[in-house]
């Protein structure tokens, strides 16, 4: 699920599409954050249409670690640097 297309290198600053910038090789980002406001009028349509009810949304939905094995991975990339 794309958030954001654009993305800006951390590294040259040039603008691409990809998140490795096409100019340099290095690690891009999104460039700006996501626009979202609580008195989002049309977050009611939305909804609708990505049919947030249904479980397959739900499956499709990303997983996360569980707590102990984001501990175990912070534990290792700290032991790393």
Do not use: F
Not at 17 to 46: F, M, N, Y
Not at 53 to 79: F, G, I, R, V, Y
């Amino acid at each position: 699920m794309a958030r954001q297309m654009l993305q800006q290198c951390l590294e040259c600053s040039a603008w691409s599409l990809s998140r490795i910038c096409t100019v340099c090789g290095g690690k891009a980002q999104a460039a700006a954050p996501i626009k979202w406001s609580p008195e989002d009028h049309r977050a009611s349509v939305r909804r609708k249409m990505y049919d947030v009810t249904s479980q397959k949304w739900t499956d499709d939905l990303p997983k996360l670690d569980s707590l102990e094995d984001m501990k175990k991975n912070s534990k290792h990339s700290n032991e790393e640097e």
